[in-house]
């Protein structure tokens, strides 16, 4: 009996942030050369491909900044669920890429593109603004390439991002037979 107990237990976690130190002012981020400048500085001397995630409260002042991956001298395989993690668990409302090419070349890859078309879907579910991707080029001149600003990062009309108030959560709401239909999120009280 004691054994049928343990064949369906499950280990109950808890997830919380551990800053490893502060790095940041309480200045706003506005600029994706304000990201450019912090990225060149973290990133100048490496000599492997590194991603790094920026992670922006409301009012854009930095809330956490994530190394979520350490690659080879030409590559760095990132996936969005790595990369969103820092962002949820900084309850941040806007994030932006970035990443170096230790060559000095301010190329986007295919898969550099591919990634942050990635990344804007996946932010736009999450309702989480994706604001930039940004690649450094290797060595102390803060060269930097922003995806952005060059139109690799499709604008659209709304701004930067697409609007992720179109991406509302699905409700479940029973109905008067006791099954549950599905309707879109609500705005101020009404079912859209």
Same mark, same amino acid.
């Given at each position: /009996?004691?054994?049928?107990? *343990?064949?369906?237990?499950?280990?109950?976690?808890?997830?919380?942030?551990?800053? !490893?130190?502060? /790095?940041?002012?309480?200045?706003? @981020?506005?600029?994706?050369?304000?990201?450019?400048?912090?990225?060149?500085? $973290?990133?100048?001397?490496?000599?492997?491909?590194?991603?790094?995630?920026? *992670?922006?409260?409301?009012?854009?002042?930095?809330?956490?900044? =994530? @190394?979520?991956?350490? %690659?080879? @001298?030409?590559?760095?395989?990132? =996936?969005?669920? !790595?990369? $969103?993690?820092s962002t949820l668990l900084s309850n941040a409302s806007s994030m932006v890429?970035a990443h170096n090419h230790p060559s000095g070349s301010l190329f986007a890859? !295919?898969?550099? @593109?591919?990634?942050?078309?990635?990344?804007v879907q996946v932010c736009n579910l999450m309702q989480i603004r994706f604001?930039?991707? +940004?690649?450094?080029?290797? %060595?102390?001149? =803060?060269?930097? /390439?922003?995806?952005?600003?060059?139109? +690799? $990062?499709?604008?659209?009309?709304?701004?930067? /991002?697409?609007?992720?108030?179109?991406?509302?959560?699905?409700?479940?709401?029973?109905?008067?037979?006791?099954?549950?239909?599905?309707?879109? %999120?609500?705005?101020?009280?009404?079912?859209?």
């Open positions: /009996m004691d054994e049928d107990k *343990n064949a369906f237990a499950v280990e109950v976690v808890s997830v919380k942030l551990n800053p !490893e130190f502060k /790095m940041f002012s309480d200045e706003p @981020i506005n600029t994706p050369s304000d990201v450019a400048r912090v990225a060149c500085d $973290l990133l100048q001397d490496n000599d492997r491909e590194s991603i790094v995630i920026f *992670n922006l409260r409301s009012d854009g002042r930095p809330a956490t900044c =994530h @190394i979520a991956g350490v %690659g080879t @001298i030409d590559s760095c395989m990132a =996936h969005p669920r !790595e990369l $969103l993690k890429i890859s !295919e898969h550099d @593109i591919v990634l942050t078309a990635r990344m604001l930039d991707h +940004i690649i450094v080029a290797g %060595g102390k001149d =803060h060269i930097f /390439m922003s995806m952005y600003e060059k139109g +690799i $990062l499709q604008k659209s009309p709304e701004g930067i /991002m697409e609007v992720a108030e179109r991406y509302l959560p699905q409700v479940a709401e029973r109905s008067k037979n006791g099954s549950f239909d599905i309707t879109r %999120g609500y705005s101020q009280g009404k079912a859209r």
